[in-house]
Every structure is written in structure tokens, then in C-alpha cells.
């Protein structure tokens, strides 16, 4: 294990507001925008999630690190957030699956993070005042320093950043002899959510984000999947007209977080970002068509404009959010398209939303029709 020593870090909020810590992962300098995530597990997850690029994580739970890295569990190649804050830093881990410690994990992929912050008192400050940037270092403690690094650092508000974590080059995943074949569009996309297509027999054939609808089609498939990532789906246009052209011609449609914000997009229904967005694993929904609610897995700062979609006639509700009653969920009238806002794969996460896997099949297959 890496000899590892807690130098004093800092952690300088937008807003002036700074945090005094220890450092943890690489030493260094870290930006982007804070925001916190509620879960009490699947931190590796998280780490790797590319709908985290561009973010600094703060993690509710007291403990991480305490069960060590595991290489199977990753949901991209590498880590995708800017940072994290945490308040335990547990380099000793417990479980004997573990292949690594957590600064180990962090040194090879270049992490900077904070720990020994009063995270509670952080979530509540982040709650009460909104999203807004950040920076961390281990090697600067000149508070104006950061002041004046923080200000050169872009809002998410207005960022394209799915074409910079999505595939450079198309690639293929599971069975290439099964029933059912499905093209990905990668803004960002997860591995679980792979495997969830590849166990239930189908065949995903994954294309960089600015693939157009024509040469997805070359590959013709049975349906067709718009997947997570980070960024504001209102600067991607690219996206929006890859849908329109899915829509024309009317084949089956799913999409998950980002997928469905661009989906909102292209049937003429704005989106925002939101005063802070929904990051955890215990998110209630329900589903309004079926009438049961679901404990969903969430990561995501932005959303659907609610107006909006009541008021279309395009598009009717399929799914609310309990806490806060948004849209999180909608599907195309006269149309094979839906989406969810949350993350039906919930690596990590509770299994309640996993059916919706089902009913693209089901769509696919045409055993169910809307």
C-alpha cells in the first residue's frame, strides 16, 4: 500500500464559504461543480458514473474506502467525477474481494479529494444555497488564490460534455446470435446498463454521441437506446436531431437521465437546471400508468420543464417523483418512445425499476404496443 501522510487541504465553495480538511488521493488541484450524493453504498459506482464528469462529489455516507476497490466494479474505464469530499477516508479495507485501497485507487487515476470535512454541515449548506463550484487542493492554501483559479471555472449551466466522455469508436456488447439487437447512442453511458440489455438477450451494438441516425440505422437494429451522461441536454443539438429522425420513422425508443431530457427536447418541451439535483439511491416514484411506486436510483442536475410537458400534446406522464412531484418519467403519444429520469440499471441501487428493461423488449418484440 502507498505510504500515505494527511497533509492539510482546502475546500473554497463559489460562494466564499471554505471547508479546512486533510488531503486524500493525489495531491493537487481539483475544480468543478460540488454536489452530493445520499447513498449508503457503491461508491466505486459512483466514482465511475461519466453523468459524474465535471462534478465534485460529496458522499453522505460517513465511510469511504472501508471495503476497498474492486475491479469489476467500475461503470466506465476510469474515474469520471472532478473530486471528492468526504468526512472518513478509510485506506485499511475489510473485504477480501478487494483488489486495492482507495488511494492506491485514487493515485493511478489522478483523484484529488478532501476528507475530514463535517459533510453534514456541507450537504446543508450545498441544500440551502444551490449547486455551484468548486476547487479543492492539497498544495495551495492561499484562499485567493483559489478565489481567483474558482472564478476562471464555467457553469454547467451551458456545458456540452457528453461527447467528451462518450466512446470515440463504435464497439459491441453481448451475443451477437441473439433474438433482439438494439443501437446505443453513448452521451455517457453505463456498463450496467449493458449487462441489463445483454441478460435479457439482446445484442448492443454502442456508437460514439454524435453518430447520426443514418449510420446507426446501418446496423438495423430493433430498437434503439439514448442513454445517461453529464452536461445540459438544451446545448445538444446534435442529439436532439438523432431522436427526430428515431421518431420519424417510428421504432422503438428508450431513454434513461440525459435520454430523457433529449427525448423532452425533441417533442418541443424545454429543460433547466435544477436548485439541486437528485443524487442518491432511495428516490421515491410512481408509476402513474401502472400505479405502484418504485425506490429509484437518481444522478442528475438537471430536468424536464414540468409546464411543459403538461401542456404537450406530444408527450403524456408516465412517472413522478414523490419528493418533489417532477417529471420522471414520459412517453411519446402515436409513438414507441419512452423514458425515465432515473436509472432502472441502479448500479448502485435497489432493483424496483429494473422492469423497465422488460418493456422495451416487450416493445421491441411487439407483445405490447401504447
Known amino acids: 500500500m502507498t505510504n500515505y501522510t494527511k497533509l492539510p487541504a482546502v475546500l473554497l465553495l463559489a460562494d466564499g464559504t471554505v471547508f479546512q480538511g486533510k488531503a486524500a488521493g493525489k495531491i493537487g488541484t481539483t475544480t468543478g461543480e460540488i454536489c452530493f450524493n445520499t447513498g449508503m453504498t457503491g461508491y466505486q459506482e459512483i ?3 461519466p453523468s459524474y464528469f465535471g462534478q465534485i462529489m460529496v458522499t453522505t455516507n460517513s465511510h469511504i474506502g472501508n471495503y476497498g476497490i474492486q475491479k ?8 469520471k467525477i472532478s473530486g471528492l469530499v468526504c468526512k472518513n477516508y478509510n485506506i485499511v479495507y475489510s473485504r477480501k474481494q478487494a483488489t486495492e485501497s482507495i488511494q492506491d485507487y485514487f493515485e493511478h487515476d489522478n483523484l484529488v479529494a478532501i476528507s475530514d ?24 492554501t492561499d484562499i485567493e488564490e483559489l478565489k481567483r ?10 456545458l456540452e460534455l457528453s461527447s467528451k466522455v462518450s466512446t470515440k469508436e463504435p464497439y459491441v456488447f453481448g451475443d451477437p446470435n441473439a433474438a433482439l439487437k438494439v443501437a446505443a447512442l453513448d452521451l455517457g453511458i453505463k456498463k450496467n446498463i449493458l449487462r441489463s440489455f445483454e441478460s435479457r438477450g439482446v445484442y448492443v451494438k454502442v456508437f460514439p454521441a454524435k453518430t447520426s441516425f443514418a449510420e446507426m440505422e446501418k446496423f438495423n437494429p430493433d430498437g434503439y437506446f439514448i442513454s445517461n451522461g453529464p ?26 437521465c440525459l ?5 423532452a427536447e425533441a417533442n418541443g418541451i424545454g429543460t433547466m437546471k435544477m436548485f439541486n439535483g437528485h443524487r442518491g439511491l432511495n428516490h421515491p416514484v410512481k408509476n402513474i400508468i401502472k400505479n405502484h411506486c418504485e425506490v429509484t436510483s437518481q444522478n442528475h442536475g438537471f430536468g424536464v420543464n414540468e409546464d411543459d410537458v403538461r401542456n404537450s400534446d406530444k408527450v403524456e406522464i408516465t412517472h413522478i417523483n414523490l419528493n418533489d412531484k417532477s417529471i420522471e418519467g414520459i412517453r411519446v ?4 418512445a419512452f423514458s425515465v429520469q432515473y436509472h432502472p440499471e441502479s448500479s448502485p441501487g435497489p432493483h424496483d425499476s429494473r422492469y ?15
Open 333 to 336: 403519444k402515436g409513438k414507441k
Open 117 to 140: 470535512i463535517d459533510t453534514r454541515a456541507l450537504v446543508s449548506h450545498i441544500r440551502d444555497k444551490g449547486a455551484m463550484n468548486a476547487i479543492i487542493s492539497s498544495e495551495i
Open 47 to 49: 466514482f465511475t458514473d
Open 356 to 370: 423497465l428493461f422488460d418493456d422495451f423488449v416487450s416493445l421491441m418484440k411487439g407483445e405490447i404496443s401504447w
Open 231 to 256: 452536461g445540459d441536454p438544451a446545448v445538444m443539438p446534435y442529439a436532439v436531431e438523432t431522436l427526430n429522425d428515431i421518431l420519424a420513422v417510428n421504432k422503438p425508443m428508450f431513454g434513461i
Open 72 to 79: 469489476e466494479e467500475i461503470e466506465s474505464e476510469s474515474i
Open 149 to 158: 483559479r474558482l472564478a476562471e471555472v464555467p457553469s454547467m449551466d451551458g
Open 259 to 263: 435520454g430523457h431530457q433529449l427525448l
